[in-house]
């Protein structure tokens, strides 16, 4: 089945303990990126990729990292995460044709406290 | 399943009625809008876009109109169904490897 998966699911963790949030795609896509999702401002972008090695900052970076090693899976990281990263993550994917078409994962809710 | 559409406009139909979403967008070079569909504990999902030189583009059950001249969007679904009932995002494409959304609508059908 194509899809976009992301690990965990639900974490809940303290300020300053870097977590890894994985994302991984099965459709060898080239175009993978990261949003966050709040109450009442849509999904903002964090980070995203055109291709392997290739990563560029979205509208909120500040706090992230993210690399692509491997064409299939582009994690997310936060290095000391803080309160206000409190957020739900989704993971998405596009296939060469420009970001329209975006496949997105389930989400990952983080909590940090 | 995750809330994620607190504080959002929303839009109450019946069963079987046509819904209209609207969206204002801001930035006049936008090459393609879009609209995704997400339901409660899910990631979005694609509907449709329609590509900047159009004013219209039909799918299956769902129309999108596009109206540059007062920078307006809206997404027409005929026939809505409960399985419509979800948070609608519109969406603008800014280049072609970035995509900005919208704050979304609430979309709830009564049976």
């Known amino acids: 089945e194509a899809q976009v998966t992301q690990n965990p699911r639900y974490l809940i963790t303290v300020t300053g303990k870097k977590l890894t949030v994985t994302c991984s795609q099965n459709?060898?896509?080239?175009?993978m990126s990261w949003y966050r999702q709040d109450p009442g401002l849509g999904l903002r972008q964090i980070y995203y990729s055109m291709n392997v090695e290739v990563t560029d900052k979205g509208d909120v970076p500040e706090g992230y990292k993210v690399s692509r090693k491997e064409k299939r899976n582009f994690p997310l990281i936060l290095e000391s995460p803080s309160p206000n990263q409190t957020s739900l993550y989704f993971c998405?994917?596009?296939?060469?044709?420009?970001?329209?078409?975006?496949?997105f994962g389930p989400g990952t809710r983080l909590t940090v406290t | 399943g995750e809330s994620v559409g607190l504080h959002l406009p929303t839009l109450s139909v019946q069963e079987g009625d046509n819904s209209i979403i609207n969206c204002a967008y801001s930035n006049s070079a936008s090459d393609y809008f879009i609209w995704y569909k997400q339901e409660s504990g899910k990631g979005p999902q694609f509907i449709i876009d329609?590509?900047?030189?159009?004013d219209k583009r039909q799918g299956q059950r769902v129309t999108v109109l596009l109206n540059k001249t007062v920078k307006h969007l809206s997404l027409q679904i005929a026939a809505t169904q409960p399985g419509d009932s979800a948070v609608y995002f519109c969406a603008e494409r800014t280049s072609y490897d970035k995509v900005i959304f919208g704050p979304g609508t609430s979309l709830s059908v009564i049976p």
């Open positions: 998405a994917s596009s296939p060469g044709t420009g970001a329209n078409e975006q496949y």
């Open positions: 329609i590509r900047s030189n159009m």
């Open positions: 459709m060898n896509h080239e175009y």
